[in-house]
């Protein structure tokens, strides 16, 4: 099935700076989906880009999906503490949702 | 509303014995999910169901895991018998078929010694 990389896999981070974390597929997605989940916690969802090329914000969060709908991008700007967890993207085939492997952020304070 | 309840929270038992894990889904939601989360595999989707049917089974992985859920309100993840590398976090989540985004519960974390 489909498949979808994260990259990097751990991102260290100076509190206060901006960091991005990236979702690539090698096939065509439909929409996609992020999900962060804190240190001993559950996934929470946080936002899904459909179309091509769709830009969404929330507060200090900037996500990004690519033109041909092949990636997917989450910018934080000046990073908190608060933001210390595991960024996870998905994609659905239908209603079964696929997760990568994630995003472990620190953040250095 | 509650949110998904997953019950127990934690779970320590040891090889060979059976272990049930249970999940309320949100009310009206039509989906179901089970996942387990290790480090190394990652989050896995094990089943999910939808109007209480099974769907896709195809990452359960043995026979020795089943999955049921006998009405809208409740399903429950049996292993039988479990072994040490069953030790896992596994989350129950459900979804309204509207709106494909998945609510999880808090999970159950299952350690088989």
């Known amino acids: 099935g489909q498949q979808v990389m994260q990259i990097p896999q751990y991102q260290h981070v100076q509190e206060g700076e901006d960091f991005t974390t990236y979702c690539n597929s090698s096939t065509t997605l439909s929409n996609i989906q992020w999900y962060k989940q804190r240190p001993g916690g559950h996934p929470v969802f946080l936002i899904q880009l459909v179309k091509s090329g769709e830009v969404k914000k929330q507060k200090r969060l900037t996500f990004q999906f690519g033109e041909a709908k092949k990636n997917s991008s989450l910018h934080i700007t000046a990073t908190q503490t608060t933001d210390v967890g595991t960024y996870f993207c998905?994609?659905?085939?239908?209603?079964?949702?696929?997760f990568g492997a994630g995003t472990t952020v620190t953040v250095r304070a | 509303d509650a949110g998904v309840i997953q019950s127990p929270r934690h779970e320590v038992t040891e090889m060979g014995q059976e272990v049930t894990l249970r999940c309320k889904p949100i009310s009206g939601h039509d989906y179901l999910f089970w996942y387990r989360q290790t480090m190394m595999r990652g989050l896995e989707l094990l089943i999910y169901?939808?109007?209480?049917?099974?769907?896709?089974d195809s990452g359960m992985p043995e026979d020795r895991f089943s999955a049921k859920m006998p009405n809208a309100s409740f399903s429950t993840l049996k292993i039988q018998p479990s072994e040490p590398r069953d030790s896992a976090v596994y989350f129950c989540a459900s979804s309204h078929s509207g709106a494909n985004v998945l609510t999880f519960g808090a999970g159950s974390r299952l350690t088989v010694l």
């Open positions: 998905a994609i659905s085939n239908d209603y079964k949702l696929s």
């Open positions: 169901f939808n109007n209480n049917v099974p769907i896709d």
